[in-house]
Nanobody
Framework: QVQLVESGGRLVQAGASLRLSCAGSGRTFSLYGMGWFRQAPGKEREFVAGISRNGGSTYYADSVKGRFTISRDNAKNTVYLQMNGLKPDDTAVYYC????????????????WGQGTQVTVSS
């Protein structure tokens, strides 16, 4: 089992950049495919980006492709989400999630989740 803690969310203006971090506990973090998901008020949770265990494969929702970049540093047990060109529609609570079976693709709900970090983009 892994515990995940997100950080880095805050209030920014449209067009700004922000980097979210997700720190994982335990020695098996490198065995976990990881993803970032988000949930805006009144909306369902949605996939944002995913990354394979060794970082060799990444996947993105169409809405963030070209603006967001997911990466990981297994030596630091951390996965990142670099967000550029933020828009008000990106406002949401961002969650990282993962498990051993997760490849990083969109069509899967990982088992382990963090508590989330709020990102607010003002216009």
């Amino acid at each position: 089992q892994v515990q995940l803690v997100e950080s880095g969310g805050r209030l920014v203006q449209a067009g700004a950049s922000l980097r979210l971090s997700c720190a994982g506990s335990g020695r098996t973090f490198s065995l976990y495919g990881m993803g970032w998901f988000r949930q805006a008020p009144g909306k369902e949770r949605e996939f944002v980006a995913g990354i394979s265990r060794n970082g060799g494969s990444t996947y993105y929702a169409d809405s963030v492709k070209g603006r967001f970049t997911i990466s990981r540093d297994n030596a630091k047990n951390t996965v990142y989400l670099q967000m550029n060109g933020l828009k008000p529609d990106d406002t949401a609570v961002y969650y990282c999630a993962g498990d051993r079976l997760y490849s990083g693709r969109q069509s899967y709900t990982p088992e382990y989740w963090g508590q989330g970090t709020q990102v607010t983009v003002s216009s």
